[in-house]
């Protein structure tokens, strides 16, 4: 179970951070950018990041890809039962506290 939300939260996190990547890689250029700068060189060092993010992009596929829906719906069905389990605790101890209550009166 623990896999299966530590995988989600990498996926997410990869996520978010292609997200931030592509959206602020022109903010990024500027502030960065160099006067005399090599054109060909920025590129390369552009590809290789892409080809970084998409080899963990498609890592982080191939592990959510071997999550099975038994294991989630288990996961769920657990978090489903934290309700009526601690409904079932309130339940017994207004019987325990009644049942001591009745024995002091008598």
């Known amino acids: 179970m623990k896999n299966i939300f530590r995988n989600l939260i990498a996926f997410i996190v990869l996520f978010g951070l292609i ?14 950018g160099v ?12 590809k290789a990041i892409n080809s970084d993010i998409n080899k963990q992009v498609d890592a ?32 017994y101890v207004t019987e325990q506290v009644n049942n001591f209550t009745k024995k002091k009166k008598g």
Not at 25 to 31: D, I, K, V, W
Not at 60 to 87: A, C, H, M, W
Request: hydrophobic share 30%.
């Open 35 to 46: 006067k005399g700068a090599s054109t060909q060189k920025a590129q390369e060092v552009t």
């Open 60 to 91: 982080t596929i191939k592990k959510t890809e071997d999550v099975k829906v038994s294991d989630i719906i288990q996961g769920l069905s657990r978090f489903q039962k934290i309700p009526k389990d601690i409904n079932n605790i309130k339940e």
């Open 19 to 32: 997200y931030f990547v592509t959206n602020n890689y022109g903010t990024a250029q500027q502030l960065v």
